[in-house]
């Protein structure tokens, strides 16, 4: 008979999507929000369906501190939208520890889809707990369009005085 002293731990997922301007350029595969919203979704219908998730943005809303059941998480990926503020990875990873201090006995992994760009403390500040698997889910670089060079000027530094640093030519 098995033991009903210990239940199996579930799993526990803390999404994050950054829905900041940034993630609204384009890159080979699309907008960048779009493609990580959808590539959340596969994911977490990959899941169990006893698998456990949180969903949190930038907003830091209190609503994206509830823990769901895996419809309500695709209902929330599916709802995300582009916001104007950069969260702090220490302000994230906070969020995300309270939700985990609520969730029970689970088996915690924490997924971030970002294009990682102005985010303060960056994500070095996920290094410090490794009780907690993290996965970091770059979006694609965008194609940089209709850039040119208006001007090149070599050897500034040339003759007897540098017209740009006023030091001795070479």
Not at 62 to 90: C, H, V, Y
Request: proline share 4%; aromatic share 8%.
């Amino acid at each position: 008979f098995p033991s009903h002293d210990k239940q199996a731990a579930r799993k526990f997922y803390s999404i994050y999507i950054d829905n900041s301007a940034s993630m609204l350029l384009k890159g080979s595969e699309g907008e960048h929000l779009q493609f990580a919203r959808q590539r959340a979704v596969e994911f977490v219908r990959s899941c169990d369906e006893t698998s456990l998730f949180q969903v949190i943005t930038n907003d830091l809303s209190g609503a994206e501190q509830k823990i769901l059941q895996r419809e309500e998480a695709i209902e929330k990926l599916d709802g995300i939208s582009p916001g104007i503020f950069n969260a702090a990875w220490d302000d994230l990873l906070s969020r995300q520890k309270e939700a985990l201090s609520r969730a029970g006995n689970v088996n915690p992994t924490f997924l971030y889809y970002s294009d990682f760009q102005k985010i303060p403390n960056g994500p070095s500040a996920l290094s410090q707990d490794t009780q907690i698997q993290k996965f970091l889910f770059p979006a694609a670089l965008s194609e940089l369009s209709n850039i040119s060079i208006d001007a090149a000027v070599g050897n500034l530094c040339a003759g007897s005085r540098c017209d740009v640093c006023d030091r001795p030519g070479q």
